[in-house]
């Protein structure tokens, strides 16, 4: 799964630079600069959720909790037995 998300992610920022790119080089039309810019957002917007997750994945697996599970890494109420 981290491969999916992390080729998701891969793939999304490559395509954010591309619109970048676009926009700064070529003399792009009002609507087409409309459109790149939308779809540049978005794929910004999903790379910032796609960054959360992966640091939410990294703070749950520093704190024990691997499977990402809250309760699984406070200890037992028979553990003073």
Same mark, same amino acid.
């Given at each position: ?19 970048? $790119? +676009?926009? &700064? !080089? ?6 087409? =600069? ?5 779809? *540049?957002?978005?794929?910004? $917007? +999903?790379? &910032? !959720? ?6 939410? =994945? ?5 704190? *024990? ?17």
């Amino acid at each position: 799964m981290a491969t999916s998300v992390s080729g998701d992610f891969e793939a999304s920022l490559g395509r954010l630079e591309e619109i970048v $790119q +676009k926009l &700064e !080089r070529e003399n792009v039309g009002l609507d087409e =600069s409309v459109m790149l810019f939308r779809e *540049g957002k978005g794929l910004a $917007q +999903k790379c &910032e !959720r796609l960054l959360k997750e992966a640091q939410a =994945s990294i703070d749950a697996a520093t704190r *024990g909790d691997v499977d990402g599970d809250v309760a699984s890494s406070q200890p037992d109420d028979d553990s003073d037995l």
